[in-house]
């Protein structure tokens, strides 16, 4: 069985901490046979159904799926959705959301699925690969992400940044599981059928990498390791918190969201690294 590293650390929160729930929204599931990293999405409303717990729910309604290797994973992700939608009676573009990234491999084969942004890097024999969902980023970089232009201009996040991002929250939540938008997992199962995902013979797989884009932005949007090839060679090397620590520490000389417009100072984090056995 390969080796399975984990490293979170939680974000700063945009409403007051709920004392029952957990710190971070992000979840890191681990089974013998899978890994699933999900990072439930923030919400500006206080006292209502989090992205944090959706993203637990549907780990514990992912759980006993993932343990079924003959079982397709878009499946197994639409099955879990609706399962949720079942039992809490979530409706689509009221219920709260997460991504979900899942991985599962057995003698022969590896099997990644990506919904939303986080990504799951695989090293194999022929190099870094990987598996991308591109869709909330695209919408992102359209006209209207109001709070990134008042980030650069130095307004940082004091008053005013709540409101700013919650205008353009509410513009992006329009978007959210509908053509041409982005798909993510919520109240809607079909959506699973729209992740991106790669299947490679177990043999070529080296090492993995699973991560909610607390760490992603490490190398997407800091640039602060030029590929995924350095920021897994600092995971071997020292493990997957220090990369936590690095993306940290770059986050806090931009304290003022001036070079990295954010939503939140720190984000929510998790690594998930998954070592094969003679990595």
Not at 161 to 179: E, F, I, K
Request: charged share 25%; with cysteine.
């Amino acid at each position: 069985m390969p080796n399975v590293e984990v490293a979170e650390r939680a974000g700063d929160r945009l409403t007051p901490p709920d004392p029952a729930a957990n710190p971070s929204e992000d979840v890191v599931l681990v089974l013998p046979n899978a890994v699933a990293v999900l990072d439930g999405a923030t919400s500006l409303h206080p006292g209502t159904r989090s992205g944090g717990w959706y993203a637990a729910r549907l780990a514990e309604a992912l759980e006993p799926r993932l343990a079924d290797p003959g079982a397709d994973l878009a499946d197994v992700l639409a099955d879990a959705i609706a399962e949720l939608v079942a039992t809490f009676e979530l409706r689509p573009g009221a219920a709260p959301s997460s991504t979900a990234s899942l991985l599962r491999w057995d003698d022969e084969r590896v099997d990644a699925l990506v919904l939303a942004d986080s990504p799951i890097v695989l090293s194999t024999a022929d190099g870094m690969r990987p598996v991308i969902d591109e869709q909330l980023a695209s919408l992102r970089s359209r006209p209207g992400a109001g709070y990134r232009d008042r980030l650069r201009s130095g307004e940082g996040f004091g008053a005013g940044h709540r409101d700013a991002l919650g205008t353009s929250m509410d513009r992006t939540s329009r978007w959210r599981n509908v053509d041409g938008g982005f798909w993510v997992a919520e109240a809607v199962p079909d959506a699973a059928a729209h992740a991106s995902r790669l299947r490679l013979a177990r043999r070529d797989v080296k090492s993995v990498m699973v991560m909610t884009d607390g760490v992603s932005c490490g190398v997407q949007e800091y640039g602060i390791y030029p590929d995924w090839a350095a920021m897994l060679d600092v995971a071997l090397r020292d493990g997957p918190d220090a990369v936590l620590g690095q993306v940290r520490a770059a986050e806090r000389s931009d304290p003022n969201g001036v070079r990295w417009p954010r939503p939140k100072r720190h984000d929510d984090q998790a690594l998930a690294l998954v070592r094969s056995a003679d990595t």
